[in-house]
């Protein structure tokens, strides 16, 4: 039995970690093209660093919610892949083991130059990447090349590391998808709905559904933490 969960911001709000488009969010005062793209990197690196110092002390003091706790608890039981667009760590901290962070995660830095998916000269690359326990500071350099250090999301306008040979090898086994708290508008992840299309089990948890997305899927327009548990207490039941 294998289950895929994929997650987006919707799944930490109710931990007090805004949505994209929320409001009054992680991005208030700031604008995204300033501190979530590369452009914006090479303008201004302390307002970068500024921004996700931020992030980086308010998603450490965050607490997996009610959700995070049934993905985890599903995890023990059956064999789930869990994908996320989100960069804070709060399936981790409710068990998770083995999480997809396809966007980066809060957690980690790495060199300016490192690609999750590599250039075309191998010369561009250096693979420097590190967990953190402060968030990065301007004037912190790669130990390995000397090149800013930055921290380890995936930025607008970047490469998304979609790990393609893993979810080719999990297509067809797939049982149940569940989808939580994503406006499946961020793109290449949104197109994991296509990807997993076939599977014969599909549900959406999220309080505003963009219906036309949605074919085959049983949708529970609500929280997360509404649905999540009980879905997942029902799958327990049924699938055991
Ligand atoms: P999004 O903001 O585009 O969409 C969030 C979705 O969550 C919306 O559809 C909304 O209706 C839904 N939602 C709101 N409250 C909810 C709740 N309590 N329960 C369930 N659903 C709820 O987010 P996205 O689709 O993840 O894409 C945004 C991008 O921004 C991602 O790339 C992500 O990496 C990044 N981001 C991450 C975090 C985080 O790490 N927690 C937070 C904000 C943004
Ligand atoms: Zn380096």
């Given at each position: ?27 208030e ?86 690609f999750?998916?590599?250039p ?64 499946a ?17 599909k ?21 997360a ?16």
């Open positions: 039995m294998m289950i895929v969960v994929f997650s987006g911001a919707g799944l930490s709000a109710e931990s007090g970690i805004p949505t994209f488009r929320g409001d009054g969010g992680l991005w005062g700031y604008k995204i093209e300033d501190v979530a793209t590369p452009l914006g990197w090479m303008q201004n690196q302390k307002l970068v660093l500024d921004f996700y110092a931020q992030g980086f002390e308010k998603m450490q003091k965050c607490q997996p919610n009610a959700a995070h706790f049934a993905i985890a608890e599903l995890a023990n039981h059956f064999d789930v892949v869990c994908i996320t667009q989100n960069i804070d760590t709060l399936l981790e901290k409710a068990g998770v083991k083995d999480v997809w962070h396809i966007h980066g995660r809060i957690d980690y830095q790495k060199c300016e130059w490192h999750d998916i590599p075309m000269y191998s010369e561009w690359q250096c693979n420097y990447k590190s967990p953190i326990n402060k968030p990065v500071e301007w004037g912190d350099l790669c130990p390995k090349c000397g090149k800013h250090l930055r921290p380890d999301v995936v930025w607008f306008g970047e490469a998304v590391d979609m790990r393609v040979d893993d979810l080719y090898k999990i297509q067809n086994q797939v049982d149940v998808f569940i989808v939580v708290g994503t406006s508008q961020v793109y290449p992840a949104a197109n994991l709905l296509k990807f997993f299309q076939d599977v014969p089990t549900y959406f948890i999220d309080p505003d559904p963009n219906y036309e997305l949605l074919d085959g899927f049983t949708v529970l327009e609500g929280k933490t509404k649905y999540l548990p009980a879905l997942i207490e029902s799958l327990k039941e049924e699938l055991a």
